[in-house]
Structure formats: C-alpha cells, structure tokens
C-alpha cells in the first residue's frame, strides 16, 4: 500500500512537470498598446530569436518617442516554456542617463502555438524635449517603457533562420 502511494505521488510530480513545446518557426503578436512583435523559435523548440518589436519610450519631463527596432540573430534559450531576451547594458537594470537602451521581452508559452509575455525598455536620451541644460552642460534623461503585456501565435515556418552568433540592428527612429 506505501509503495503505492508513493508510486502514485511521483507520478503526479512527474506530471506536473510537463511542459510546453513551441513550434519551430515564425510567431506574430501585438502587445496591450497595439504595435506588433515577431519572432522566431528554433532548435526544436529551445530557442528564442526576436525578430522586430515597438516601443514607446515616455520621458518624465516631457515627450515621448516610438522607436521601432529589428533584430536578426539574437537568441536567448527557452527553458520549461520560458524565456528571457535582455538587449543592451550589460546590466539587467535600466541604464544611467546617457548609456545608451536596454530591452526586455519575456515570455511563457500556453501550449505549442500561443505565447504570452511582457516588454519593457529604458531609452537614455537627449531627444526631443528631454534636452536640458544645466549650468551649461547637456542633460539626458532616462525614457521607461514601463511594462507592456504582449500576445503572440504561431504562423508558420520559418523561411530562414538567422545565424544565433551573428547580430544585427536596425532601429528606425519615429518621434512623436
């Protein structure tokens, strides 16, 4: 009777942990403020590549930028279901004022053809309004996202995959 048992709770941990399998190839998707995010999963289901993606910069003194930026190449592993692609500093956090940009696209995927997930940026910036100056030097400020909600689906094969190892970006700019 206790080997049973015992046989019966493993198999329900074992159970438990079933995950996920994305289907290789292309997904598209749109975030909570509309704009659209692709990308690829490849290697049978274990990696994350980002394809193009937008975001709404929002600096706290005022204006607000859209950038909208294509990737080829830059992977990040899926590991039961999730995944986590950061682009950018080398630091997980936010940049300083006038570092640069840093991105983040999570993810979960429900089952092998839906995903779902958050991105979120932080744009350091001398655009726009966020230009000051102060004692006669220039000042950026730095630009949140804020976390955004985004949804995504299978659609298809893939045509071809970019190389993991090599990166490329193309960032044109849109200011609002």
Not at 2 to 12: E, F, H, Y
Not at 63 to 80: C, D, L, M, S
Not at 89 to 116: C, I, N, R
Request: net charge negative; hydrophobic share 40%; with cysteine.
């Amino acid at each position: 009777m206790r080997k049973t048992a015992i046989l019966a709770g493993l198999l329900m941990f074992a159970w438990g942990q079933v995950y996920a399998q994305p289907r290789d190839g292309r997904w598209e998707g749109t975030n909570d403020r509309g704009h659209p995010i692709s990308f690829l999963i490849a290697k049978g289901g274990t990696e994350f590549q980002i394809q193009s993606l937008q975001h709404d910069y929002i600096c706290p003194r005022g204006g607000e930028q859209r950038w909208e930026h294509g990737f080829g190449g830059f992977a990040a592993p899926i590991e039961e279901d999730q995944f986590e692609w950061l682009y950018g500093m080398d630091s997980p956090t936010k940049p300083e004022a006038g570092q640069g940009w840093v991105m983040l696209v999570a993810g979960t995927f429900l089952d092998d053809t839906h995903a779902e997930g958050v991105q979120e940026g932080w744009l350091a910036t001398f655009s726009g309004r966020s230009l000051t100056a102060r004692g006669g030097k220039l000042a950026t400020q730095v630009c949140p996202t804020g976390d955004v909600p985004w949804t995504a689906e299978w659609v298809g094969e893939a045509l071809a995959a970019p190389a993991a190892q090599v990166g490329q970006i193309h960032n044109p700019v849109r200011l609002r």
